[in-house]
């Protein structure tokens, strides 16, 4: 399994990006347990889980750093999950990566798995967000 994140850049306060985490190895279908969630971690601070998304159906946990700004979404066609992300602040300026969990269903947490949970990870897309 290999996860490969993309789409990170520099954008001005207020301005969107799309994160793409495309995962190889892994099946998005109804059949499939587990999830991926996307983490960020800024210079100094601790990693933050952003956002998750189930593989088999549609839950998905925001934190509320980002919740009406940030939108998690996958392409099953294309084992690819996503995070637009709008109205940026420099507050989100991080390294952003995915982690894949798949051996529990999403909609057994409250909320994304907690860090020991996943199983492989990506290594990781620069967002700097400038004022």
């Known amino acids: 399994v290999q996860l490969v994140e993309s789409g990170g850049g520099l954008v001005q306060a207020g301005g969107s990006l799309r994160l793409s985490c495309a995962a190889s190895?892994?099946?998005?279908?109804?059949?499939?347990?587990?999830?991926i969630t996307w983490f960020r971690q800024a210079p100094g601070k601790d990693q933050e889980a952003v956002s998750c998304?189930?593989?088999?159906?549609?839950?998905?946990y925001y934190s509320e750093s980002v919740k009406g700004r940030f939108t998690v979404s996958r392409d099953n066609a294309k084992n690819t999950v996503y995070l637009q992300m709008d109205s940026l602040t420099p507050e989100d300026t991080a390294v952003y990566h995915c982690?894949?969990?798949?051996?529990?269903?999403?909609?057994?947490?409250?909320?994304?798995?907690?860090?020991?949970?996943?199983?492989?990870r990506g290594q990781g897309t620069q967002v700097t967000v400038s004022p």
């Open positions: 998304i189930s593989f088999l159906d549609h839950t998905k």
């Open positions: 190895g892994l099946v998005f279908d109804e059949n499939s347990l587990g999830s």
């Open positions: 982690s894949a969990d798949r051996r529990v269903p999403l909609y057994l947490w409250d909320g994304c798995p907690p860090e020991s949970e996943y199983d492989f």
